[in-house]
């Protein structure tokens, strides 16, 4: 079964790829998008459900969004036809790592998304090439909330602690403006969101081909989530400003 459609039939109850109520959603999106006029990119969009969202609330906002993912695009295509914001979203099909916008962006959008960069200062690097002046970038990221053990490093790979994280956001330019850090309910509602959504998609097909494999996903994706990360895995989102106020890519030392 492909990767892409089990995140597609994981993500079916809660399309934000990430540990997020929709409040949560709301009040970072407030404090990210600078104007009512403003543009956004998301690199990493899925299927663009922070650029609806965004787009929704701004009737006068303009965006775009970048994947390697078709069928993610084009659920984003469906989706803002349906919400009546087709005409304000362009979608780019391709790695986020090598857009080349014609345009900088007010809001530069990437959550759950530092793994395809290669992690955290990578995925500034790259927020930073598409910001413009006086602009902000929403980023989101797991980190340790408690010491890990081998097995959660194994599943989730090497994140710091919340203040090296944020140590590590500073030391690159950037200076948080406002951040949300996931709740635990929060976190657990995305869990079983992800495994009961597969897990429920296989039930009720059995004669699928993909049925057996996607049930073996979600009870795979279950137990690593109860067993070895459950209590040692946090989610911050945080807004963030070029410190010294520089966009474009960042000189280097």
């Known amino acids: 079964m492909h990767r892409e459609r089990i995140s597609r039939l994981a993500h079916a109850d809660h399309p934000i790829a990430a540990p997020l109520d929709d409040d949560s959603v709301r009040r970072l999106l407030d404090h990210g998008v600078p104007?009512?006029?403003?543009?956004v990119l998301d690199l990493g969009c899925g299927g663009g459900e922070w650029l609806l969202r965004a787009l929704a609330r701004y009737p006068r906002l303009r965006a775009e969004g970048v994947d390697v993912s078709a069928g993610s695009l084009e659920h984003a295509r469906e989706a803002a036809r349906v919400r009546g914001v087709?005409?304000?979203l362009v979608l780019h099909h391709g790695d986020a790592r090598d857009f080349a916008a014609s345009h900088a962006f007010d809001l530069v959008i990437s959550v759950g998304a530092t793994h395809a960069f290669g992690g955290l200062p990578a995925t500034l690097a790259a927020a930073r090439a598409h910001l413009a002046p006086g602009g902000r970038v929403l980023i989101g990221d797991g980190f340790w909330a408690r010491e890990p053990s081998p097995e959660a490093v194994e599943l989730l790979g090497g994140l710091h602690d919340l203040p090296a994280t944020v140590d590590r956001v500073v030391a690159d330019?950037?200076?948080p403006?406002?951040?949300?850090i996931s709740s635990r309910r929060e976190l657990d509602d995305y869990e079983w969101a992800w495994t009961g959504s597969l897990a429920s998609w296989a039930l009720d097909h059995p004669d699928d081909p993909?049925?057996?494999q996607a049930l073996a996903a979600a009870s795979a994706h279950r137990d690593g989530w109860l067993r070895a990360y459950r209590d040692?895995?946090?989610f911050v989102c945080l807004v963030l400003r070029p410190t010294s106020?520089?966009?474009g890519p960042r000189a280097t030392p």
């Open 245 to 247: 106020g520089r966009t």
């Open 35 to 39: 104007r009512e006029d403003a543009r």
């Open 173 to 175: 330019g950037w200076t």
């Open 177 to 180: 403006v406002h951040g949300h």
């Open 86 to 88: 087709r005409e304000r």
């Open 210 to 212: 993909d049925g057996a």
């Open 232 to 234: 040692v895995f946090g």
